[in-house]
Every structure is written in structure tokens, then in C-alpha cells.
């Protein structure tokens, strides 16, 4: 079964770092893999898709890469700011209907 | 558009009671899916249906039926609630120029 690790479970920064969010997945074997965002209450939001054959997404200051081999990656925000502040979820699909999810990075940007 | 909605947003239930979890979408998607989240194990899915008329389990259906009313509704039941089914439940559809997943807003199930 495909499991999904992110790393770290929270992480707290500076308004105006540049910060790197992880994804692990244990089976190569990808459809594709997504990054989505979750304000506290809410539902998710999907932020960037990588299809298996691509190696990376761009959209604004969030750009997502994907190593397939080595079942890992990462979300790039740069110049954060305190709306970026939100549980930053992968998943990856594995198969038609098959969405494994990560549990999650919980990202504070202090003003 | 309102895109994928739910209903109710929080409900509170005894142990042995019945509910209904109503999902409806506008957004003319073929795919809807059910998913319950809790702390430190991500989503899981429940339930999905292809397309009107059919369903199939996920990963954690024990518990729960569903009903697939038409292509817009998508229905999540718990025939007699335990408190490990205290989560938030998702309900979601796949399409659209992107083929991404499109979440409501969750509902806050409390089971006593």
C-alpha cells in the first residue's frame, strides 16, 4: 500500500523567508502527485499538479518539483507571507480514484 | 458556481444513531468521493462513484453506505454511529481542465 510521509509536521518562519515543504511516497508507481492547501475549517484547495512524467510545476511563488525514482517532493514558497499561513497537504494518485494522502505540514508565517 | 457543498457542517450524535451526510455539486463531474480526515492519519476514502448510478469502496467503508442520488448528489450514511467515526468528512468531485479533485467545505461529526 502507498503511504505518504511529509516532513515537518508544522514549521513556523519569518514573513519574507523562502521555505521548502517535503513529501515522501513509498511506490514509484504514480500517476501523478498533487500539493493541495487546507485553511483551519475548511475544505482543500488544490495549488499545483505534477503529472509522473513531469519533474516540476510552477504557479506564482509556489513551484512544486517531483523525483518520481527516488518517491519524493518538495513545494518551494518564496517570499512568504502570513496568507500563506495553512496545513500544506501531497497526494499522491496511484491508480483511477485512488488519492493517497500525506497528513500534513501546518505552516505559520509570523508578520 | 457554488462548486461542491455539504450538508450539515457540524452535527452531534449518540452512539446507535443514524444520519445523513448530503454532498451536492454543480460542477457537471462525472466522479464523487467521500473522505474522512483525522489527526496524524490524513484522508482516507470512504466511498466514490464513478458516475451516476454507481459506487465503489475505499479504504475504510465499514460503517457506511452511500447513495449516488443522480449526478449532482452524492450521499454518505452512518446507519448507527460509534464514536470511532468522530472525524471530519469530505466530500469531493474530480474533473475540470486541471482533472483535480474539488472539496467541500467538510462536515464535524461528534459521536457520543
Known amino acids: 500500500k502507498q503511504e505518504v510521509t511529509q516532513i515537518p509536521a508544522a514549521l513556523s518562519v519569518p514573513e519574507g523567508e523562502n521555505l521548502v515543504l517535503n513529501c515522501s511516497f513509498t511506490d514509484s508507481a504514480i500517476y501523478n502527485l498533487q500539493w493541495f492547501r487546507q485553511d483551519p475549517g475548511k475544505g482543500l484547495t488544490s495549488l499545483l499538479l505534477i503529472q509522473s512524467s513531469q519533474r516540476e510545476q510552477t504557479s506564482g511563488r509556489l513551484n512544486a518539483s517531483l523525483d518520481k525514482s527516488s518517491g519524493r517532493s518538495t513545494l518551494y514558497i518564496a517570499a512568504s507571507q502570513p496568507g500563506d499561513s495553512a496545513t500544506y497537504l501531497c497526494a499522491v494518485e496511484a491508480g483511477a480514484n485512488n488519492l493517497f494522502f500525506g497528513t500534513g505540514t501546518r505552516l505559520t508565517v509570523i508578520p | 458556481n457554488a462548486g461542491v457543498t455539504q450538508t450539515p457542517k457540524f452535527q452531534v450524535l449518540k452512539t446507535g444513531q443514524s444520519m445523513t451526510l448530503q454532498c451536492a455539486q454543480d460542477?457537471?463531474?462525472?466522479?464523487m468521493y467521500w473522505y474522512r480526515q483525522d489527526p496524524g492519519m490524513g484522508l482516507r476514502l470512504i466511498y466514490y462513484s464513478a458516475s451516476e448510478g454507481t459506487t465503489d469502496k475505499g479504504e475504510v467503508p465499514n460503517g457506511y453506505n452511500v447513495s449516488r442520488l443522480n449526478k449532482r448528489e452524492f450521499s454518505l450514511r452512518l446507519e448507527s454511529a460509534a464514536p470511532s467515526q468522530t472525524s471530519v468528512y469530505f466530500c469531493?468531485?474530480?474533473?475540470?481542465?486541471?482533472?483535480?479533485?474539488?472539496f467541500g467545505p467538510g462536515t464535524r461529526l461528534l459521536v457520543l
Open positions: 460542477m457537471n463531474h462525472n466522479s
Open positions: 469531493a468531485t474530480f474533473g475540470g481542465v486541471q482533472e483535480t479533485q474539488y
